[in-house]
Each structure stands twice: as C-alpha cells, then as structure tokens.
C-alpha cells in the first residue's frame, strides 16, 4: 500500500518541479503539500511563491491537503507546524522538500520499513541519505545511525510526538551531559554544543536540529541506506541552510536498491559510519584540524585515556606507532603517570634501531608474539591507513589496536 507524501515547497518552482515530478510518478493516495508564505521584505517573493504553488496540479486519484500559510513564519515554526498536522490525519508518512529528488526504489524502501518497524520504539526514522564516501559496503541493505537526515525521509507519528521542537529539555540535558554517549571526542561534544546552544537561544532558524535533538533525547536511531536514494539539488543562493556548493553532499548520484530488502541481524548503529559523517559532513574535522596545537593533542589524549583504566592497560606490553611530536608527547603523559612503554613501532626503515626518549625504536616484524596494545598516535589525518597495515602485520588475537577513535568506545 502506498504510503501518504507531505511535500514541502516555498519559493523555488524550477526545484519543485522536478521533485514533484517523482511524487507524480509515485501517485501516492494521500498527498500534503506544505508551504510557508512570503518574506514582505523580500521584492518580488510573493509572485514567487505563488508560481511555486501553482506548480503543485494534481492529475491522478488523491486526496490532496493543503497546509497552506500566508504570513511568513519561518523554517522551524513552519515546517514542524506542518509536521504536526499531517501528523494528526496519518500514522505515517513519506517526507520530501523542493530540492530533494528521489529514487523511485526511495518510496518503495519507505514503504518496505515503515511497516516494518512501525511498533519499534527505539527506530524515530527512516531516511534515503548515505552520504559515506565510495569504499562503504554492508552486506544488508540498510545501517542504524544516530544522525536523522532528512533529504528524503520517512516517520511516524509516534515518533513525530516526541518533537521538542522548542528544545525545552535541552538546559537539563547540558547540565547533566546526557548526551554524552553521542560524542565521539570533544570537537564533536563543542560542535553539537554551539548549534543546540544557538538553536535554543534563537540564533538559527531550524526545525532539522531540534528533530536531532528529539530523536537523541529520546535515544532513537535512524535507518540509512546502503546506497544513496536522494539527491539535493537546491544548493545555491536561493537555499535556506545549504546556499553554498559542498562537494560532497551536493546533487549526489543515486542508486537502485535490490529488494527484498536485507534486514539488519543487530540494532547497534554503524560507529564508522556515524565517525565519518560527524568528521566530514558536519566539518568536526576541520574544528580539529584548526585547534589542534600540541597543547591540545596531549589535553585530548588525556581525556581519551581517562576513559581507560592505565593500570590494566599495562599489564599487557604497551607500544606507541610512530615517533613523531605526539608519539613522544604520549610517551611523556604514561611517564608522568607512573608508567613505562616497551618500545617505539615505526614502519620507515630509516628509523629503526634508534632510541627516542630513552625507548628503543623497532619495525613491527621484530616483535615477539605476546598480547600487547598498540596505542596510534593521534594525528587523525592516517589513522585508518595506519591501522590497516598494523592489523596485516599482526594476527588478530595478538595484539589489540587502538586509535584514537577507538579508545572513546572503550
């Protein structure tokens, strides 16, 4: 059965067009179309708006509600204004604005899981974003994530009235970090806490993050596609929020999706995934790469390793990969703290048999076979390269590595 559409539109009828187009092709039984009315200080958006609700003709059997404002109120207040009423006629409902064009699999995949979790509290909704770079392969067809993206989406009305679109909750959770299971490290926590704070005080006009925000408070997970199902072709001046080109969320390529769909075994959200969207499609990595100064290198590793137990870390042999500034100011917390690492691991042969810091540098092949940790230097920029290689030195029940990334888990 086909599932009811709420289609956002404001001033863009060229946008529109082409998205209504695939809601065309759809033919949903029930159809809401949301629109905000026009800025008076804007010259000439009146017309416009007009001409982009006139783009909305009807020509197959629908039910048709139109949630229709005349009198500007703003992003936030408009479309969760909207929301709620198309939440008070259905259940559910397929989520589309005037820049995002679908996939038809798109509307097939929403169907498929709305049905399919619809009595699932812990699942607040499904989107058909992937925005994870070309190497990202899953055997099942879709992953769980903490991010609700929301270029093309999907939800319920259960989960739709536990929007806190005000973020009235949002001081509370602040003071007691009750978010804290959601950040990666503390460029994450600083980034997350400047936009709920900015939110909360007014200075951004978003219904997008409050619905992030519900949706952790709530501790409920979205689904995201193997592959992308959406792509946004609204980047530019006209937009609202995304009135800059971005190479790497801007009009992506869509894809088909193999049905039946293969559900996930396990509920746990996909940390590398996430970890990659938190870095790249929220610029946490470039918050870092702009504070990053030795002084908060050290004050970061100090905060990762608070969240471990150095004395159990060092019943095992302890090595540190590579000797650069960071490897030794590492070095340098584990001395200062009591402790003594056995050597050095470096992968350039010009390096070995050296000493830095009074430790001895070694190639990974000279290593006795014992249970040991590996601690990879925080640079951030290789980690991942540098794992790789370290785990087809070393047999997996060997040697356990942790990155960076991998000690804020523990």
């Known amino acids: ?43 000439g958006e009146v017309q416009i708006c007009l001409e982009t609700r006139e783009v909305i003709q009807v020509n197959w059997d629908c039910d ?6 005349e009198e500007n ?18 259940e559910d409902a397929i989520i589309l604005e005037d820049d995002c064009v679908p996939h038809e699999d798109f509307f097939v995949f929403c169907e498929d899981l ?34 609700p993206h929301c270029w093309g989406w999907a939800t319920w009305r259960r989960a739709w009235s536990k929007m806190d679109v005000e973020m009235k909750e949002w001081s509370a959770v602040k003071e007691n970090d009750l978010f804290k299971e959601y950040w990666f490290d503390i460029y994450f926590e600083k980034y997350w806490t400047n936009i709920y704070d900015r939110v909360s005080n ?38 609202t929020h995304t009135n800059s080109e971005n190479k790497l969320l801007g009009n992506l390529p869509v894809h088909k999706m193999d049905f039946p769909l293969k559900h996930p075994t396990c509920l746990k959200t996909n940390f590398e995934a996430d970890f990659y969207t938190s870095e790249k499609v929220y610029y946490v990595d470039a918050l870092k790469e702009h504070a990053m100064t030795n002084s908060m290198k050290i004050q970061l590793f100090k905060y990762l390793m608070d969240l471990r137990n150095l004395e159990d870390l060092f019943k095992n042999e302890v090595y540190i990969f590579g000797t650069g500034e960071l490897g030794k100011m590492i070095n340098s917390f584990f001395k200062a703290n009591g402790y003594q690492i056995e050597k ?6 010009s390096e070995y048999n050296q000493s830095f810091d009074g430790v001895e540098v070694v190639e990974p092949t000279n290593l006795s076979e014992k249970k040991m940790k590996i601690i990879v230097s925080i640079e951030g920029k290789h980690d991942k390269e540098i794992i790789v290689k370290l785990k087809q030195i070393f047999k997996e029940d060997m040697v356990e590595i942790f990155s960076w990334k991998d000690l804020i888990l523990s």
């Open 64 to 69: 048709v509600t139109y949630i229709y404002s």
């Open 114 to 147: 709305l049905d399919y979790y619809k009595s699932d509290e812990g699942i607040m909704a499904i989107s058909g974003d992937n925005f994870q770079d070309n190497n990202f392969e899953i055997e099942e067809s879709y992953y769980f994530s903490i991010f």
């Open 344 to 349: 050095f691991i470096v992968s350039e042969p």
């Open 1 to 43: 059965m086909k599932k009811p559409v709420a289609f956002i539109i404001f001033n863009r009828p060229d946008t529109t067009a082409i998205v209504f187009e695939e809601i065309r092709k759809y033919a949903p039984e029930q159809l809401f179309v949301i629109a905000d009315g026009p800025r008076v200080y804007k010259n």
């Open 202 to 239: 007014g200075e951004i006009d978003s219904w997008a993050y409050p619905w992030t925000f519900s949706c952790w408070f709530y501790r409920g997970k979205t689904i995201l596609p193997k592959k992308n199902l959406v792509s946004n072709i609204g980047f530019g001046e006209n937009a």
């Open 73 to 90: 109120l703003g992003c936030q207040k408009r479309i969760s204004s909207g929301l709620d009423e198309v939440f008070s006629y259905v």
